[in-house]
């Protein structure tokens, strides 16, 4: 934190901030969850404070996922519609999945019957196609490891969280993969699928995540995890011999 | 509250219910009370109980009612048939339905409208007990409720009344003073912006004693936020603490 006066700064490292907490004046630039007005930075929602160099960002305890163009997300279908589906996605938005995206042809409406693709309620791994203030966001599945969910388990958490769950350059979902041995596949819109060979990896995964959700922003975590992952692992080994015997 | 008090404030500058003329009611503040609702907040304001749900930005429904350019605050005001002595017709009276209105534009100046165009933010206050200044403590949770839900904020809003009993401008009038006193003056007020989103009048107040009673009203609104702030962080650092152990 610079000394120099006339750029002062209101708050110390990870303070808890409440939307309308004044931040920093002077030549600082507003980052995530802030806002500027009459040269200073105030916060807009609550959260935790630090700087990047003189960027004032806040990150969020509670927010709403936002679709970027580019998102993997995972949602729900909400309507079989005319030539395609609607989806909720946890956004403000509900999003749009094409007929002719899906089916990879031109898509005729007397010879195809849309709800023996999807049907109402079934989950969906996407990318969000596009997106912008004007239009609703335009989901695709034409590429690998897109497309409707048949296995696994489904949590959520809050959007904020998930680059946590990834960790720095994914080293904590490599990590939980590794050890329980399952295939995550995470939802930038707070949304986690997890597939495993039995229930009992599946479980653990969930509690992993679950426990990194709730302790995000306390340091020594990745530390705290692997401990928990190598304690659990035996167990479930365990349990998933038992189960094979009965 | 049944016996009209004979005087609303005594010689010593003392009110019916023991308070100085700039003392508040005591207050109670607390964040994330319903589990389906995606932010919300319960307040005891003296007598008054209250709770405030807020949903969303989420798709309007109906639609037409979504603003191409902007999102679109809704505001539910109802008081609950308990709420009062006398038995309220469930059905939104013509007061409620004007403190809905009222409520929703003390609010919209704390929102970042034009920032998520064509959804909706709803918010559902219920008063569950009233007891004078509902409006104002009404204010107060729902903007908590918001916070919580996760929208951006300018500010935190408050509010908190001012008023005229027997000849004295005090603070945060309850339900006797009122109905007995000279007049009334709600203010709904953002501490950090140093803006005032609410301003009404009910009854009749000289010029200089209209000025007294805002800056009173706008004093104790700076106390409810610090209680406002109070309560939001409080949500939040149970969960810092479990996960530091």
Known sequence: ????????????????????????????????????????????????????????????????????????????????????????????????????DVLSRPFKPQNDELSTVLNAGDLIVAKIASYDRAHDPQLTVGEPGLGKITRGQILHVTPTKIPRVIGRKGSM?????????????????????????????????????KKIEQESHTSGLTDRITQLLKERKGKVEEKVEENKNE | ???????????????????KADELRPLKLQVGVLSNADGSAYI???????????????????????????MVLRCRYHMAPFSVQE?????????????????KESLEPALFLELYPRTGVDVFVEVLQADGGTRCASITAAALAIADAGVPMRDLVVGCAAGKIDDTVVLDLYDAEDKL???????AYMPALNAITLLQMDGILAPDEFEKAINMAIDGCKKIYEMQKEALKTKYMVVKETGEE
């Open chain 2, 181 to 187: 006193g000279a007049a009334d003056v709600p203010v």
């Open chain 2, 44 to 70: 005891e304001h003296g007598k008054n109980k209250i709770l405030a749900a807020a949903y969303g930005p989420r798709e309007m429904h109906p639609k037409h009612l979504a603003q191409p350019d902007r």
């Open chain 2, 1 to 19: 509250m049944n016996e009209k008090p004979e005087k609303l404030i005594d010689k010593k500058g003392i009110r019916s219910d023991g308070r």
């Open chain 1, 173 to 209: 979902i490599s990590m939980i993969k590794q050890e329980t041995g399952c295939q995550i596949i995470l939802g930038l819109n707070g949304v986690i699928l997890v597939t495993g060979k039995t229930l009992e990896e599946e479980e653990l995964a969930i509690e992993v995540i």
């Open chain 2, 87 to 103: 038995r309220k017709s469930p059905a939104p009276s013509r007061r409620e339905v004007e403190l809905s209105k009222v409520i």
């Open chain 1, 1 to 100: 934190m610079d000394g120099e006066d006339f750029m002062p700064i209101f708050f110390e490292k990870k303070q808890l901030v409440t939307p309308g907490d004044l931040l920093a004046e002077g030549e600082y630039l507003p980052g995530e969850n802030t806002y500027v007005e009459q040269n200073k930075i105030y916060a807009s929602r609550i959260g935790l404070v630090d700087t990047d160099n003189k960027k004032v960002n806040v990150v969020a305890l509670r927010a709403f996922y936002v679709p970027k163009m580019g998102d993997i997300v995972i949602g729900a279908v909400l309507e079989v519609g005319f030539n395609g589906w609607t989806i909720d996605i946890k956004a403000p938005y509900t999003a749009l999945l094409r007929a002719s």
